[in-house]
């Protein structure tokens, strides 16, 4: 990692132990829309989703972060789980709440969703419109195990309008932005790359010039899609900064500039050159205590640290 957007000082060493606060549903609402809008007004959201989920995965070993070019490829841990679950336990840890922490006892919400003790409220997830907020539950089935709920409907404790209707239940997927199609993964390994003797150059050229891409965007590697263009070509490539460690070992491994590039793609606007706003450490040891601590009572800062390093607070908050 080489860029520091924001220096946290005194608030990095503070939020790096135990910081005892408590909070209202009001703030924790306020917490939730103000990241929400953050999210809202970046270029690209998904690429900042993306980088906070591999904060949270590189913590709990789900993913090894190979921190400098000129370091011998690390040696990751062999995935156990599938890559789409490991993705959901990771916003799980950050974004798991008691039903009874934020829903009313009774309501539309609960009902919908089979009655679930916890809830993952997805904070991260399609920010355009700010206001609604999917609402996962917790187990299996998988099928229409999640609705969009607006953040003032009257089913959270903070909410009055008892007329807004739900959206769903439709299967919540978060995966494919790990994966090669239109996603930030590539599957020339990094064993591969550093072999060539400039592995951050052999990453950084784009893939439809990468000397796999093939015609038909597919990649000679593994036959599969790469920098598909959509429908009306309008997708955007995305970089390539999550590789496996080597041919035979699929140990994940994130590439020494995951991070910078990753939050440089999520905020700034190409034509302009203007960067978008992170979302506040506050907001989001606000959102991340309340989860862990099951109320608004006796929240930790350091919960928020626990979960994402501290090296990588500042690269993913700002103060």
């Known amino acids: 990692m080489s860029i520091q957007r924001f220096p946290f000082g005194d608030l990095c060493s503070t939020m790096s132990s135990p910081a005892v606060f408590s909070a209202s ?3 924790l609402v306020s917490a939730i829309k103000s990241v929400r809008s953050c999210l809202a007004a ?3 959201a998904r690429m900042y989703s993306a980088a906070f989920v591999l904060a949270l995965m590189a913590r709990t070993g789900k993913v ?4 400098r070019w000129t370091d011998p490829v690390p040696l990751a841990m062999t995935a156990g789980g599938s890559l789409r679950s490991d993705v959901e336990d990771a916003l799980w840890s950050a974004f798991g709440f008691p039903s009874d922490s934020v829903l009313t006892p009774s309501n539309k919400v609960r009902s919908q969703l089979g009655e679930p003790v916890r809830v993952l409220l997805e904070v991260l997830f399609k920010p355009k419109e700010p206001e609604w907020l999917t609402v996962v539950r917790e187990g299996t089935p998988k099928a229409k195990n999640s609705v969009g709920v ?3 409907d009257a089913a959270w404790h903070w909410g009055e309008d008892e007329k807004l209707d739900l959206r769903g239940p439709v299967e919540y997927q978060i995966g494919n932005t790990f994966r090669q199609q239109n996603g930030i993964f590539c599957s020339l390994t990094a064993a591969d790359a550093a072999a060539t003797h400039h592995p951050k150059e052999t990453y950084a050229r784009t893939r439809t010039s990468c000397p796999q ?3 038909g965007n597919v990649c000679s590697l593994n036959g ?3 920098a598909s263009d959509g429908a009306g070509g309008t997708r955007i490539p995305k970089p390539r900064v999550f590789v496996h460690e080597r041919v035979g070992r699929e140990g994940r491994i994130l590439t020494p ?3 910078d590039e990753l939050i440089e793609r999520a905020t700034t606007d190409k034509q302009s050159g203007e960067q978008a706003r992170l979302p506040k450490a506050q907001d989001l040891a606000v959102i ?4 862990a601590a099951g109320s608004g009572n006796s929240l930790n800062y350091g919960r928020l640290v626990e979960l994402v390093g501290l090296p990588l607070l500042p690269v993913l908050t700002e103060p």
Do not use: V
Request: charged share 25%.
């Open 64 to 67: 090894t972060w190979w921190r």
């Open 25 to 27: 549903d009001r703030d």
């Open 150 to 152: 607006n953040l003032n």
């Open 257 to 259: 500039n995951a991070f």
């Open 224 to 226: 599969e899609d790469c």
């Open 213 to 215: 891409h093939s015609f």
């Open 42 to 44: 970046m270029p690209e």
């Open 288 to 291: 991340t205590g309340w989860a």
